[in-house]
């Protein structure tokens, strides 16, 4: 194998990836990633006027990209955005999960006990991270198992290896994406075709705007007691953010990876490897 080799691996050309959650900051980074590799992106997302700022940031390349409106929790929504794409390219070649997200009612606080949690905060991290994840999964993946080929890479948590002080609804409800993960990975080669592929990646600590304030101050912009404790637990010393997802990412999307299936890469900085001494 060369550098030519090497780089046909990685060229998505006329290949189309569906990413649910698609306008959101991960979504919006792989969606970018991708039609710089020549792939069509479907940006599937319940807000399509928030996949603007992503549209004006893809790479002019042979790949492109449209919206189609979809909520993961809404399977007929689902199934008209399936239409559509299938209208549009005729085929969908893999599907990323990047929806999801926690509420903070659905963690404890010095002022939230445990057994204060509401139902319908739980309920709601539960249904938008596992139900999120199975239901597309459903939907698109349909089509894999019947043309005997594609991928599927959902997204979990480094809180699904160990799960992490006060979010207890996240922490369970990412477990749960990573055992359906495996689950399906085998269900699919066994009762359909080896050569539909499921894996998922597990990101650590990325300083996003939806945790930014957890981890620093937002007035002085200092790392908070908890930002201060994750670094010190992390070899590499500082948070990821999303471009660090790109690899494994790309990797798993691609023929470079068509002997795996069923694993949750960390991505994390070493945080899982480190004891605290």
């Known amino acids: 194998m060369d550098l030519n080799d090497v780089t046909t691996l990685y060229n998505f050309a006329d290949r189309v990836v569906v990413i649910t959650g698609g306008a959101g900051v991960l979504g919006g980074e792989m969606a970018c990633a991708l039609v710089g590799c020549g792939a069509n992106v479907v ?6 006027a928030l996949a603007e700022p992503v549209i004006r940031r893809l790479p002019k390349s042979a790949g492109r990209a449209i919206v189609v409106y979809g909520d993961v929790l809404k399977v007929e ?7 559509v794409i299938m209208s549009e390219f005729g085929r969908i070649d893999a599907l990323i999960n990047t929806a999801g997200g926690n509420t903070p ?15 319908e905060a739980l309920r709601a991290v539960f249904d938008l991270n596992l139900m999120g994840t199975i239901l597309p999964c459903q939907v698109f993946g349909e089509q894999f ?16 290896f160990r799960p ?3 979010i207890v609804a996240y922490s369970a409800a990412k477990g749960a994406v990573s055992n359906f993960t495996q689950w399906l990975a085998v269900h699919m080669a066994r009762e359909y075709s080896p050569r539909v592929r499921v894996n998922a ?4 600590f990325l300083l996003t705007t939806q945790n ?7 007035q002085t912009g200092a790392l908070t007691s908890r930002g201060e404790a994750i670094l010190a637990h992390t ?3 500082r948070f990821g953010c999303p471009e660090d997802l790109l690899g494994a990412a790309l990797w798993l999307l691609s023929p470079a990876s068509e002997f795996v299936t069923g694993i949750v890469v960390p991505i994390d900085g070493g945080f899982s490897a480190y004891s605290g001494v």
């Open 43 to 48: 940006i599937l997302d319940r807000d399509p």
């Open 77 to 83: 929504t689902l199934r008209q955005a399936h239409d």
């Open 105 to 119: 009612a659905a963690t404890t606080n010095p002022d939230r006990s445990f057994f204060d949690v509401p139902e």
């Open 145 to 160: 198992a019947q043309r005997g080929e594609g991928v599927i890479l959902n997204i979990a948590s480094m809180s699904a």
């Open 164 to 166: 992490l002080t006060r």
């Open 201 to 204: 990646i597990a990101p650590g």
């Open 212 to 218: 930014r304030f957890l981890l620093t101050d937002a």
């Open 235 to 237: 070899p590499m010393g």
